[in-house]
């Protein structure tokens, strides 16, 4: 796994990007997904993933990053499609993104299996994968009440981390899994994990590092 200070993060030629989340036509998100369209692969569609809120939704954002000069998207919706559609669907696209939502739950369950197998493949050969709000939350170890898949190596991943009840939730987490720390991701904002070791803020650049439940925060 490649690492920076305390941060482990998946193997594989692509880039991993954790979105604190918010309003995808705002400035600092077009910022975010303009730097990690900049990283995918020539010529490679972009395959957006969504379950945890609606299909309109979903549909404006694609159509919000082919303004930014995005390649050809389609949506995924990893709750309906067969098995077989969804491997052959994602492991050839040149990036994943894994959106936002309330219903967190049925988004990872419909991420295990094929779909993440799919995912797999598209990172090992350089695909990038932009998880936004909760969709960057799943990419972590901890979720409130399971097991994230585990791509940032013990991390609580926290996102729309703005105010006190994130910081609140955090400590709560923290100190469930004292063996964990804490990556809090304000709205707008972005950490940014490369192939060799990068590490970047992007957007508002407002991450913060929260080593254990009783550790200070370290903002990046």
């Given at each position: 796994?490649?690492?920076?200070?305390v941060?482990?993060?998946?193997d594989?030629?692509g880039?991993?990007?954790?979105s604190?989340?918010?309003?995808?036509?705002?400035?600092?998100v077009?910022?975010?997904?303009?730097?990690?369209?900049?990283?995918?692969?020539?010529?490679?569609?972009?395959?957006y993933?969504?379950?945890?809120?609606d299909?309109?939704?979903?549909?404006?954002?694609?159509?919000?990053?082919?303004?930014?000069?995005?390649?050809?998207g389609?949506?995924?919706?990893?709750?309906?499609?067969?098995?077989?559609t969804l491997?052959?669907?994602l492991?050839?696209?040149?990036m994943v993104?894994i959106?936002?939502?309330?219903?967190?739950?049925?988004?990872?369950?419909?991420l295990l299996g094929?779909?993440?197998?799919?995912?797999?493949a598209a990172?090992?050969?350089?695909?990038v994968i932009l998880?936004?709000?909760?969709?960057?939350?799943?990419?972590?170890?901890v979720?409130?009440?399971?097991?994230?898949l585990?791509?940032?190596?013990?991390a609580?991943?926290?996102?729309?981390?703005?105010?006190?009840?994130?910081?609140?939730?955090?400590?709560?987490?923290?100190?469930?899994?004292?063996?964990?720390y804490g990556?809090?991701?304000?709205?707008?904002?972005?950490?940014a994990?490369?192939?060799?070791?990068?590490?970047?803020?992007w957007?508002?650049?407002q991450?913060?590092?929260?080593?254990?439940?009783?550790?200070?925060?370290?903002?990046?």
């Open positions: 796994m490649p690492q920076a200070n941060i482990r993060w998946r594989g030629a880039w991993l990007v954790l604190g989340g918010g309003d995808f036509e705002s400035a600092e077009g910022e975010i997904e303009a730097e990690a369209l900049a990283r995918v692969p020539a010529g490679d569609p972009v395959a993933i969504w379950a945890a809120t299909v309109e939704t979903a549909d404006k954002h694609l159509t919000a990053l082919e303004d930014l000069g995005a390649p050809t389609f949506l995924v919706d990893v709750l309906t499609e067969d098995d077989a491997r052959e669907q492991a050839v696209v040149g993104i959106e936002d939502g309330p219903n967190v739950t049925e988004l990872r369950s419909g094929a779909a993440l197998e799919g995912i797999n990172y090992e050969r350089g695909a998880g936004v709000g909760q969709g960057a939350a799943i990419l972590g170890s979720l409130d009440n399971q097991q994230g585990e791509w940032v190596e013990g609580v991943i926290v996102p729309h981390y703005d105010g006190e009840d994130e910081s609140a939730r955090m400590r709560e987490l923290l100190t469930a899994h004292p063996q964990s990556l809090g991701i304000g709205t707008g904002s972005a950490l994990l490369g192939p060799n070791g990068e590490v970047l803020a957007g508002k650049q991450v913060t590092v929260a080593l254990n439940s009783s550790a200070a925060k370290e903002s990046m």
